[in-house]
């Protein structure tokens, strides 16, 4: 069996087999120079195309996995716009139902009616639960979608705190209210599509809108001593544009697993942003709501507990 093995070994002409194996790696090399000066060529081509050529850049880059913040690089802001933000509030989590619209509408009260501040209480979720619960009833229907037309706007300076907020039920309390509604979606994946592929002749970056209009002395939004910002379960435009402003996030969240889970997700992303945009914000902690008890949590709840308190910074 092995003399058999040898002899037919023998036989095989190994200086072809050698050849051919160059020939194959030649090719491929041939064939990837090629397709690397094709593709050059064509970006050479559509570079005097400019729309055609920025939609084919943006699929190369998602294509290769990409992330969507990266595509356009942002400015940073300055110092001096740094310093001139009022204090903001964003409270975040991942998970609906944890509470957060309630502790919103409870802090911005407290605050109010105990610290005697100035409130302005922003609501980024689409399904707009905080304007429902905090707008007053004879609202005008072209003011109920306020935090859409502050996304909408070319020109930081042309947005007046006076016009893009209103007043809330509670007329005794120093406390305004930027609404939104289920247009809000509509309007984020516009002006996400806009911004993407150059399409905005605004001087003003997508996510830097919220933070360089409130840092804006003549814009009147520094008149509030506090802003709480309202976030949806999911890194929206508004949302980026709201942590990109923050002092400070929040984190709402209930004592079961479905809701202490993505914690360390959003600390995670958390961190990124902050890197990606310098921002400044602080995770000053989270807030166990729908709690049994109010001097501390449940045995059942104590896991849960524990393992936010590890994930905290």
Known sequence: MISAIVDLAKQIDWSK???????????????????????????????????????????????????????????????????????????????GGVGKTTLVANLACAMAKRFNLRVLVVDLDYQGSLSSLLRPANLDVGRQDLVGDWLRSQ?????????????????????????????????ENNQLQRWLLHADNSTVDLPLKFARMLSTKRNGFLRYDLIIMDAPPRLSVASINALIASSHVLI?????????????KLLGQLSQLSKQFRAEFKVIGAICNMTWRSDGP???????????AAALP
């Open 17 to 95: 087999i050698l050849a051919g194996f160059v020939a194959v790696q030649i090719l491929g090399l041939a064939w990837s120079r090629t397709r690397n000066l094709i593709a050059n060529a064509w970006d050479a081509v559509f570079r005097f195309v400019p729309g055609v050529y920025r939609f084919h850049d943006m699929r190369r880059h998602f294509r290769q996995g990409g992330h969507v913040w990266d595509y356009r690089r942002s400015k940073k802001l300055t110092k001096a716009q740094r310093q001139n933000l009022p204090k903001v509030l964003t409270v975040m989590n991942f998970k």
């Open 155 to 187: 020109h930081p300076n042309g947005v007046q705190a006076d016009f893009f907020t209103t007043s809330t039920i509670y007329a005794e309390l120093p406390i305004d209210l930027a609404t939104s509604n289920y247009e809000l979606t509509e309007i």
């Open 252 to 264: 709402p969240v209930k004592l079961e697993h479905l809701a202490t889970d993505p914690i360390s």
């Open 298 to 308: 449940t045995q059942p709840e104590r896991p849960f507990f524990n393992s936010i």
